[in-house]
Nanobody
Framework: QVHLVESGGGLVQAGGSLRLSCAAS????????MGWYRQAPGKQRELVAV???????NYAASVKGRFTISRGNAKNTVDLQMNSLKPEDTAVYYC??????????????WGQGTQVTVSS
């Protein structure tokens, strides 16, 4: 079994900051990339930021310059520092382990999601 657990969501005022953390556990041999996606009510899930195993990053245009994705201190962990938050950042944020090799199979794994609410 592979599990992803997110933490750090919550309620914050516009202009504030939050830090999300994600840890992937289980018999993982390697992960191509870890990232964060979000889904707002009535909208499709969208990419927020991705960090590859080679340390390249990709950000949604809407968060570039405000959010920073980085590796956590432990193996297979990733953080998302979110600054200058806006009400439109309100969504459920999902951590993803993309192309994770476990039990001889490479596939994507997803966390349960953590709610981020930004009040105006």
């Amino acid at each position: 079994q592979v599990h992803l657990v997110e933490s750090g969501g919550g309620l914050v005022q516009a202009g504030g900051s939050l830090r999300l953390s994600c840890a992937a556990s289980g018999s993982i041999a390697s992960i191509n990339a870890m990232g964060w996606y979000r889904q707002a009510p009535g909208k499709q899930r969208e990419l927020v930021a991705v960090l590859s195993s080679g340390s390249s990053t990709n950000y949604a245009a809407s968060v570039k310059g405000r959010f920073t994705i980085s590796r956590g201190n432990a193996k297979n962990t990733v953080d998302l520092q979110m600054n200058s938050l806006k009400p439109e950042d309100t969504a459920v944020y999902y951590c993803a382990a993309l192309g994770a090799l476990a039990f001889g199979t490479r596939r994507d794994y997803w966390g349960q999601g953590t709610q981020v609410t930004v009040s105006s």
